[in-house]
């Protein structure tokens, strides 16, 4: 009997040993994911994280930045404080916390005291983008140019989302030629960043003007610019009308360049992107077209069914008033009389200055005149739709631009 009851007693005590366990397994199973669930959500809904794991830090930081932050009023900023004091005394090296502290002083006019959490935050970590942004506003208010771009640039470097906040207003402050030859010391450093802004800057630019004077520093510098930046300024300038500032970059980038000729004649130039002032291929489904490599230059090689025109191959000139020959070669064209290809020369407005068709094999010639009108030109060779069975090919091996007489003459000729 007694051994009965010692048996029931220690039964008992088991039963609630094995239940106090479980109910300290259980607890901390909820602290730990209620933990993984509010930290997982502390960044889009930090108040539902906070409600979770009220004794994270990083989550209680959290909270105290929304707070203190764009999505805050004025009525916030008691709570966003308190927030963020008790998430520093959760976890000290909660950087949030001190931004939050920081922006409530801010906005309630305590600068001093804003500028120190600030200072300390950047003690904390460099990667934080709100303690850069603040850095880099402040900075500017004291029209410190090189504090200024100090900050741009760790930011950059740090946060993956600071170039959609801080390159639309970089590029606007290239207008400032402080500001540009600050950018040029540091883009000299090649960061990381640098030829995603340089891209940025050439095809998003209010002013491609002010790129172009920044590309033109930076290639005076050394400092590499990738091809596709460097077409799209060209481009975009040309676009707009601003055929100068095109061909001025244009010869940086292509040094033996002559306004007054035309680019590439036998084709042999190999360009990964070329612009509007070199060859290029017209993007035309139903012909096709090609730049083919030689021995001893290149070619352009076409090809179109029957009934098929159009534009085959394209080069935009900047031919100052004066008399121009458009002369080449042609061969393997493969369709002749009324149906055969034409070069035509055409001002940038569309009035046409001269049309010369291409034999089936051997030269071609024309002259044309270019008034001061004429401030732009686009030279193409056009094919004729054909009614012959196997429609039109050919090559053109050479096609060159070049003036004929002084300019200053027939100049006033054109006129």
């Not at 048996?7 to 040993?17: F, G, K, N, P």
Request: aromatic share 6%; charged share 20%.
């Amino acid at each position: 009997m007694t051994r009965h009851r010692s048996r029931r007693r220690r039964s008992l005590a088991e039963w609630r040993a094995r239940g106090a366990i479980a109910i300290a397994i259980a607890m901390v199973g909820y602290v730990s994911v209620a933990a993984t669930i509010g930290y997982a959500d502390r960044a889009t809904a930090p108040d539902l994280a906070y409600r979770l794991a009220p004794w994270d830090g990083r989550i209680t930081a959290e909270l105290a930045s929304k707070l203190s932050g764009v999505e805050g009023n004025a009525a916030d900023l008691p709570r966003a404080q308190q927030l963020a004091r008790k998430a520093l005394r959760q976890d000290p090296t909660a950087i949030r916390a001190v931004v939050a502290l920081g922006l409530v002083d801010d906005q309630l006019g305590r600068g001093r005291a804003a500028a120190r959490l600030f200072d300390y935050a950047n003690v904390l970590s460099r990667r934080d983008l709100a303690t850069q942004l603040w850095e880099i506003e402040t900075a500017v208010a004291r029209g410190d140019v090189t504090g200024t771009l100090r900050h741009y640039d760790i930011a950059l470097r740090t946060s993956r989302h600071a170039s959609d906040l801080l390159f639309p207003v970089l590029v606007s402050a290239l207008a400032d030629p402080a500001i540009r030859t600050a950018l040029v010391r540091t883009l000299i450093g090649r960061p990381m960043w640098g030829p995603l802004f340089l891209e940025y800057a050439a095809s998003s630019s209010p002013n491609p003007h002010i790129t172009s004077l920044l590309f033109q520093e930076l290639h005076r510098k050394g400092v590499e610019i990738a091809p596709v930046a460097q077409t799209v300024l060209i481009d975009t300038l040309a676009s707009r009308g601003a055929f100068d500032d095109a061909w001025i970059y244009y010869q940086v980038v292509h040094p033996n360049s002559d306004r007054k000729r035309s680019r590439d004649p036998r084709f042999s130039a190999s360009l990964a992107m070329p612009t509007v002032f070199d060859w290029r291929i017209v993007n035309d489904s139903a012909i096709n077209s090609s730049v083919q490599r030689t021995g001893d230059g290149g070619l352009i090689d076409f090809a179109a069914p029957f009934g098929v025109g159009g534009a085959v191959v394209q080069q935009a000139q900047f031919l100052p008033p004066g008399r121009y020959r458009l002369s080449g070669s042609a061969t393997k064209l493969a369709s002749l009389g009324s149906d055969s290809p034409y070069w035509v020369v055409k001002c940038q407005e569309g009035q046409e200055l001269q049309r010369i068709d291409v034999p089936g094999t051997g030269d071609f010639a024309g002259i044309f005149d270019v008034s001061t009108q004429c401030k732009a030109q686009t030279l193409t060779l056009v094919l004729r739709p054909t009614d012959a069975p196997n429609g039109v090919s050919g090559q053109i091996t050479r096609s060159a631009v070049t003036p004929v007489a002084s300019n200053a003459a027939i100049g006033n000729q054109a006129r």
